[in-house]
Every structure is written in structure tokens, then in C-alpha cells.
């Protein structure tokens, strides 16, 4: 005899064979495209690009390019081989990037030094008067480079300054004359750099350091100093680059030809005057290109070497 499962229990063929499905899961509203980020950022992104971008590309074009018969044509690298391979060419590229180098070495050795140092001094919580000081050491980075100049050509000046020796017309002496005129000019910013991030150092850190029996250069070496190692490098980095840019000064002071006999000579005078051409040379925007494409380079090798042998080991703290 067979009894009927009881009441409730019945079992439904089709829903024991086929297995569970789990709900879907809800789908998620798609996010709206931030249009208020392109409206921001489209104008700046149009003007560098217009700027920046573009010479900077049109540059790297035309210094493959050479005239044949009045005709831009491709020569590929020939430009850059005649440049560093050509008597005249050659040692006058050579002597300019040598120039550079001091020049840059002249910023690196001493700005960055006394930046810090200016910059640890204002950071000293019983320096009185260490906005009027700020502000007096950072107000030659406003200047005009031209009254620069023209100021620094009258204090060293034999007849009217205050110095015998022409140091502006020495071979010896030119190059690094005009580079401590700029070190003159733009100390205030390196300062500004490490200040800003002196004052950021908790004072915490500091106290601590004072109880243990630190004085006051042990905790500048051992505190601070390592804290601010990024910024060390940034500041190193800019340097550089400023440096390998470098025109105004040299063009304002000594000219297109970089006097006496091409001795304060850098990359950006020599590229002027191999593109626009002065007095006696002919200008060639082909060969200029090429000058400005192997100064591109030299300012990429270098930001390189800070990415890849600086920063990564370097260790950052959240201050």
C-alpha cells in the first residue's frame, strides 16, 4: 500500500532537477564622464601643446632634414654626424657643452649649498625678522636679467666697480664670473625649495632629537637632512635643466659670441647663432635644429639619470 508524502512535503520534478540560480547581482550605474576636467584642463593642454609640443617636434623634424639644391631633404642623421665630426662645427659644439657642464657644476656647488644653508637659518625658530630676510634674498630672482647685468658689469667693473682685474674679460675668469652672477640671481629659489620643506619637519621629531642629547648640527644632519633628500634631488634636477636652457644672461653681458674668444660659450649661444646666423655667419635652421635636438637630449639623459638612479633610491617620508 502506498501512502501520499504529507502535506507540504511534495516534491516538484522540475525544480529538483534543475539546480539553483543565484540572483544577478544589480548592475551598476555607469559613472558620468567628468566633463568639467576637459573644459579645465583643455585650454592649458591647447596652449602647451601649441607652445611646447609642437617646436618641439617641428625641431626634432627638421634636424633630419637638410637643403639640397634649395630643397629640404631627408638625410637622417647626417645633420648630427656633420655636427659633431665637422672641424669647426665640432669643436665649437664640444666647447659649448664643456661650458655648460661648468656652468651647471658652478650652480650645483655653491647655490644649492648656501640655498640650504640660508634656508636652515630662516628655519630657525629664534631668528627674528625671518620675513623681511625671505624676502630680501628672493627679491634678485625678480629681476630683470638685464639690470642684473648691467648692475654686476658696473660693481666688477676695473674703471667703475670695485674689482682691478676685468674678470668679465679674462678667458680664465669670464665663464665663471657670469656664473656666480647668476648664482647671485637665483639663490632665492633653491632657498625657498628647502625652507618650505624645513618648516614642514615636525617639531616633534626635533624634540626628540634635542632630549637625546643632539645638538644642533647632529640634528640638521641626522633629522633633517634626510627627510628633505627628495627635495635635494628635485632641486638638483631643476638646477640642470635651467642650466642646460641657459641663455639670457650670457647673451646680455657678452653677446652672440660669447666672449672672450668663445670662452663663456654655452649651448644656447651657440644654437642662436648657428640658426639666426650673426654677423659674418650664415644662419641655418637645419644645423640649429640639430644643436637644439642634441641639447634636448643632454637635458633627457640627465632627468633620466635623476629618475632612475636618484629617486627610486631615495626614500620619502609623510611629514
Do not use: C
Amino acid at each position: 500500500m502506498t501512502s501520499a508524502p504529507p502535506e507540504g512535503i511534495g516534491i516538484d520534478a522540475t525544480a529538483a532537477s534543475t539546480p539553483a540560480v543565484a540572483p544577478m547581482p544589480a548592475a551598476r550605474p555607469r559613472r558620468r564622464f567628468r566633463t568639467h576636467l576637459v573644459v579645465f584642463i583643455a585650454p592649458a593642454a591647447a596652449i602647451y601643446t601649441i607652445f611646447m609640443v609642437y617646436p618641439l617636434l617641428d625641431s626634432l623634424r627638421l634636424s633630419l632634414y637638410a637643403p639640397v639644391d634649395g630643397v629640404q631633404t631627408f638625410v637622417g642623421l647626417d645633420n648630427f654626424v656633420h655636427l659633431v665630426s665637422d672641424d669647426l662645427l665640432s669643436d665649437a659644439f664640444w666647447n659649448a657643452v664643456w661650458n655648460n657642464l661648468v656652468f651647471f657644476a658652478v650652480h650645483f656647488f655653491v647655490q644649492n649649498p648656501i640655498g640650504l644653508l640660508l634656508a636652515a637659518l630662516l628655519a630657525a625658530p629664534t631668528l627674528r625678522g625671518r620675513s623681511a630676510y625671505r624676502t630680501l634674498l628672493f627679491i634678485p630672482t625678480t629681476l630683470s636679467v638685464v639690470i642684473v647685468g648691467f648692475i654686476w658689469q658696473l660693481i666688477i667693473s676695473p674703471v667703475w666697480g670695485f674689482v682691478e682685474t676685468p674678470l668679465l674679460g679674462q678667458s680664465s675668469t669670464a665663464l665663471v664670473t657670469l656664473a656666480l652672477m647668476s648664482v647671485w640671481q637665483y639663490i632665492g629659489i633653491p632657498m625657498i625649495l628647502f625652507y618650505a620643506v624645513l618648516i614642514s619637519i615636525p617639531d616633534e621629531l626635533i624634540e626628540a632629537a634635542t632630549v637625546d642629547g643632539a645638538g644642533a648640527w647632529s640634528t640638521f644632519w641626522r633629522v633633517k637632512f634626510p627627510l628633505i633628500l627628495p627635495t635635494v634631488g628635485i632641486v638638483s634636477v631643476i638646477t640642470y635643466v635651467a642650466n642646460m636652457n641657459a641663455f639670457d644672461l650670457i647673451y646680455t653681458v657678452k653677446g652672440a659670441l660669447a666672449g672672450p674668444d668663445f670662452a663663456s660659450d654655452i649651448m644656447g649661444t651657440l644654437f642662436f647663432r648657428t640658426f639666426f646666423g650673426f654677423q659674418l655667419q650664415q644662419g641655418s635652421s637645419t644645423m640649429g635644429a640639430t644643436v637644439a635636438t642634441m641639447m634636448f637630449l643632454l637635458i633627457l639623459a640627465g632627468v633620466l639619470a635623476y629618475f632612475y638612479g636618484w629617486q627610486r633610491r631615495i626614500q620619502s617620508y609623510q611629514l
